[in-house]
């Protein structure tokens, strides 16, 4: 069974750092694209981050950029966000996904494998 399965949120005051994690399983997940997307209530999935699976090249969304860093462990199967000086619109539901198209995403749409997610809560 293909999971990608998340860790590492939690509730931070602003301008705090988090780590979230994604461990793929199921597969290989090498020549897959990865990303993170997020979702606050009432609101559409939200595309975050994604980084290349053959040079990692990275994206990023402009409200995050300079602030979060994405990255993977191609032999471990993992990937990686580094979230650092928080902010309270940052607060979301964190997705792991993969995409075996064959350009690196840009939208959350272009990912078609999901994680379950995990909470960020942001404080001001």
């Known amino acids: 069974q293909v999971q990608l399965v998340e860790s590492g949120g939690g509730s931070v005051q602003a301008g705090g750092s988090l780590r979230l994690s994604c461990v793929a399983s199921?597969?290989?997940?090498?020549?897959?694209?990865m990303g993170w997307v997020r979702q606050s209530p009432g609101t559409e999935r939200e595309f975050v981050a994604s980084?290349?699976?053959?040079?990692?090249?990275?994206w990023y969304a402009d409200s995050v950029k300079g602030r979060f860093t994405i990255s993977r462990d191609n032999v471990g199967n993992k990937l990686s966000l580094q979230m650092n000086n928080l902010k309270p619109e940052d607060t979301a539901v964190y997705y792991c996904?993969?995409?075996?198209?064959?350009?690196?995403?840009?939208?959350?749409?272009?990912?078609?494998?999901w994680g379950q997610g995990t909470q960020v809560t942001v404080s001001s």
């Open positions: 199921g597969r290989s997940f090498s020549s897959d694209h």
């Open positions: 996904a993969s995409s075996r198209a064959l350009l690196t995403p840009r939208r959350s749409e272009e990912f078609d494998t």
């Open positions: 980084i290349n699976w053959y040079d990692k090249s990275t």
